[in-house]
């Protein structure tokens, strides 16, 4: 499985993205895709999931009432609207894709493919 991210760039507090995860390879495998973030000097976060099949909904609390992410089957391709962004939430994100049906979700080592990052800056 191939990953591609896209639609990060620089907002202001308050402003919103859009990130995108397009998937490709062997996609019928695909049992679960999230977004993870990483701040400057800091460790890789989980930011949310979603089932490919069902589409059950996973976010960290820091990001609910903000962030929703969502998924086009037929696109093969996962969403990360950012909405009310804070200074808080820049950091480069990173989509992946779990095809090994693990039970924990907001691991980063439940998943097995990983896009290239997508940097999402947002100024106070």
């Known amino acids: 499985v191939q990953l591609q991210a896209s639609g990060g760039g620089m907002v202001q507090a308050g402003g919103s993205l859009r990130l ?17 973030r990483q701040a400057p000097g800091k460790e890789r976060e ?3 999931a979603i089932r490919w099949s ?6 960290v609390d820091s990001v609910k009432g ?22 808080e939430d820049t950091a480069v994100y990173y989509c992946a894709a779990d095809s090994s049906r693990h039970s924990i979700y907001s691991s980063a080592s439940a998943y097995d493919y990983w896009g ?9």
């Open 54 to 59: 069902g589409g059950t909904t996973y976010l």
């Open 20 to 36: 995108s995860c397009a998937a490709s390879g062997r996609t019928f495998s695909m049992y679960r895709m999230g977004w993870f």
């Open 66 to 87: 903000r962030f929703t992410i969502s998924r086009d089957n037929a696109k093969n391709t996962v969403y990360l609207q950012m909405n009310s962004l804070k200074s």
């Open 46 to 48: 989980f930011v949310a």
């Open 116 to 124: 290239q990052g997508t940097l999402v800056t947002v100024s106070s």
